[in-house]
């Protein structure tokens, strides 16, 4: 459970992105989270040199549909990163623990397939309040931790 600002990072450990082309598949589910997530990440982007013609932004449905958008934008965008960005919280049933599991495997599976790094955004949650502390909340954006993270993970490619 996070308890520390995920927004920070320290500037000099990150890597020149300006040359980097980044993709964000984002799910409609949930849209004040994942649009603030979304905001998060662009906020890093442009703070760390990528240009906003740089940055490709998709919608899909649901979380669920998350490993689809990403696989189709691999296989149609050069790219160097895509962060997936989706939001589920806990209810009532089992479906919860289902997608939660789909979409980690899922994602888990498009890294290990493709030569593009996927980074998983996807707020997995036991309550709202919990899910605003960590798209801008008391705990800061995620957003913006896997921007970083995207970053990084794509000036680890050209080694």
Known sequence: MATTNLSYYDET???NAKNFRFG???SEWNPDI???????????FLEN???????????VPGSFELIFG???MIETQKLDAIIAI???IQGETKHFDFVCDAVTQGIKDLNVKYDIPVIFCVLTDNTKQQSIDRSGGKLGNKGIECAIAAIKMAALREF
């Open 86 to 88: 989706g939001n589920v």
């Open 49 to 59: 040199g990528v240009s906003k013609k740089n940055i490709l932004r998709w919608d």
């Open 13 to 15: 450990t990150i890597p």
């Open 24 to 26: 964000i598949v984002v």
């Open 70 to 72: 990403c696989k189709r």
């Open 34 to 44: 994942t649009d603030n997530l979304f905001l998060g990440a662009q906020k890093a």
